[in-house]
Structure formats: C-alpha cells, structure tokens
C-alpha cells in the first residue's frame, strides 16, 4: 500500500484526495502489527526482530521500528523532489531547439521512471506479463535445483 501511495502521488502534480485517510490507515496498521507482535507473539518478535549490528554496534527492535516511521515520513519529501525533477524536464522539453540535446532529452525521458507517458498497448501488456512469468518460474526452477550456501 505503500508503494501504491507513493506512485500515486509522485505521478500527480497535486497531493492525492485520499492521501490523508491513506496515511492514516498506514500509520494505524503497522502500529497495530507492531503492537500484536511486541505483546501477543513476543518470542516471534523477539526471533523475527532481534535488531542488526554494523560494526560491533547493536540496533535493537526499537530502533528498527523508529526507522520505519523515518522511512515512510522520508517518502514525503522524495515525492516534492521527483515532482520538481518532472517540472524542470517538461520545462526543458518545451524549451530546448538544438537537436542534439532534443535526443539527449529524449533519452532521458524514455528512461526516468516518473515521467507519464502514454499506456502500453494489450499485446505489449500481454507480452511484458509472459515475460516476467517466464522468468519468475525460471528462477524458481533454478533455485530448487541449486542449492543455495545459507
């Protein structure tokens, strides 16, 4: 739902309509889930959230679920940056005559993610879902035959 949340609203030129009550079934779910598993389910939580260590120092489960809430309060300001970056390329799209940098601009658009552009056609739908099922499967095929080190 995050990610949901995010696309939508990177790709609009307006915060959503829904963005508040989005937003506060997401802050209201993983609390709730935080919640169950420090009380109800606390030695899977103590398993399952142990905490990392970089460098001999230890981060607890506390910690972890503190960088969550960073994380997702961090997206806010990723979504004003990228909708500055789709302003400042469709301003140069319009302005830009030289036809060497019209194809490097082009380039450009084609690649950034962000961007809208216009729908893929059902056979490209099509096509694009085979391929993924073909390799998703291929991996899968892959992975019960080798068997991996850890």
């Known amino acids: 739902m995050i990610s949901i949340i995010f696309v939508e609203n990177v790709c609009a030129k307006e915060w959503t309509i829904s963005l508040k009550k989005d937003i506060f079934y997401i802050i209201l779910t993983s609390f709730l889930i935080f919640s169950y598993w420090a009380f109800v389910a606390k030695t899977v ?3 399952f959230m142990s905490g990392f260590s970089i460098g001999g120092i230890n981060f607890g489960s506390f910690f972890i679920i503190v960088i969550f809430y960073i994380v997702f309060a961090f997206l806010f300001g990723i979504i004003k940056l990228i909708r500055k970056v789709n302003n400042y390329l469709e ?3 319009e302005d ?3 036809s060497d940098k019209k194809t490097f601009i ?3 658009l084609k690649i950034y993610p962000f961007t809208k552009k216009k729908w ?3 056979k490209s739908r099509i096509l694009r879902f085979f391929l993924v099922i073909i390799v998703i499967i291929s991996a ?3 992975f019960a035959i080798i068997n991996m080190p850890w």
């Open 140 to 142: 899968m095929l892959l």
């Open 45 to 47: 939580y103590e398993n």
């Open 106 to 108: 082009k380039v450009i």
């Open 96 to 98: 830009v005559n030289n």
């Open 91 to 93: 301003s140069i799209k």
């Open 120 to 122: 893929p056609s059902t």
